[in-house]
């Protein structure tokens, strides 16, 4: 039989979270760079519902802007003073169509690591079974704090009782909810009229509705899993945590299975939502975020955090913390690099070591090797420009741009004084501030004559070790060290 895909998924995150100890709403709080909540919404986009409810009440505007964000067409439900789960369940059916038919999952929006082929599993025996109601629950150690699941003596879902409304009998009982379910939209939109308030916490309980079903002959089932990680919610931030490290090995692991080499898997976190390519090498201590894109046979690492970085085949990225940057394929950066927003490296080129980029634009071929600040700058292809250059973007007030052709070459120490340009095959020289355009082939060389003040040191500095070298070195040698220079000696190339 196939199974039809779930009429509705309602996402509870109306709950305080007060452990969190925390200004943020604790289903804002993330893990493996996606918020709890924004999990729980995956997990239920995955199962392919029509209608999905996200209900809200605990820092409501945050969350409801937050829900807008990643799920634009979800139905917000605002809970209103009556507390418990029931009553949040009841908001969000009140939301969604009033004819809702079908089979509606509720989850939770603090269980971050509930997959959409559980709940797909959760609806595949809710709905072979023929049941009305269909919790999942798992077996614990230690029960202590969850709803306790009751069956009868031939194996059927009889209900659950809470806790703190439980027999000593009942509290021995080791099997739990997990408080994510299936139901019948008609039956839960009946039953939940009928449940009231009166037990230990004074709340509308949902757990009711299973007793209920059951009281009007209704099938009820059991889902065991044995993964019991993806029952666990966050309370507070211990476990915030405990179920980042664990998503994140997850993660690496089925890199590692997709063809990804993780020579620390320890060290190495990966957002949910990066991508990698085949015989990529991730060096430890590695950590990379949010829409971050690796292509095949990348080397990465060690030392790197790279967040929202696409990187091409081939390329080499050493000790480098970058963001909102393309590298491209054979690039090589770092070690040491710090590549900021809108930096643009292209095929085969280099941002080498101690090297700052932002809104730069650096052609195929063309190296910025070392020790250099780039910023607003466009560079040709197969330039180099030579080490500890700044690119002068900023006069205090506005910021400006720099453009050097393709086939440059410029001296060491130079800087460039926005905004300016370098024609395609220009040179400049070591020490160059280049305030002037450069024309097309131009060598440009502003540095004043150097003077030697011979035996300066021996006369005013006398008595001083240097004056001491001096005077051994010149009584060692007569050949004076006094030739001019060739202003483009200090290029660097490499
Ligand atoms: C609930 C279950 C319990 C189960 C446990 C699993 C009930 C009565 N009890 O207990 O059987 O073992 O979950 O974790 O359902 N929420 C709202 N509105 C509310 C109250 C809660 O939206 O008025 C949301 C919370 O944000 C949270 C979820 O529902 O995402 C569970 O709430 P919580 O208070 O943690 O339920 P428990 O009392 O732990
Ligand atoms: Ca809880």
Redesign the pocket.
Known sequence: MTIARPAAVIV????EGTRMKSAVPKVLHSIGGRTLLGHAIAAARGTGAEHLSV?V?HERDLVAAHVAEVAPDAVIAD?DDV???G??TECALDALPGDLDGTVLVT???VPLLSAETLHGLLEAHTTSGSAATVITATLPDPT???RILRDADGSVAG?V?QKDATGEQLAITE????IYAFEATVLRKALAQVGTDNAQG?K???DVLGIARTEGLRVGAHLIQDLWQTE?VNDRVQLARLGAELNRRIVEGWMRQGVTVVDPATTWIDTDVSLGRDVTIHPQTQLHGATTIGDDVTIGPDTTLAHVEVGDGASVVRTHGSHSLIGPGATVGPFAYLRPGTELGAQGKIGTFVETKNASIGAGSKVPHLSYVGDATIGEESNIGAASVFVNYDGVSKSRTTIGSHCRTGSDNMFVAPVTVGDGAYTGAGTVVRKDVPPGALAINVAPQRNLEGWVQDKRAGTAAATAATAALSRTSSSPDDAQDPTEGTTAS
């Open positions: 509870l995150a109306a709950g209900v009440r809970q507390k418990g789960t009553r949040a939770y929006g603090d704090g969850y709803g659950i809470e739990i909810n997990s408080g709340e309980y949902l757990t919610g």
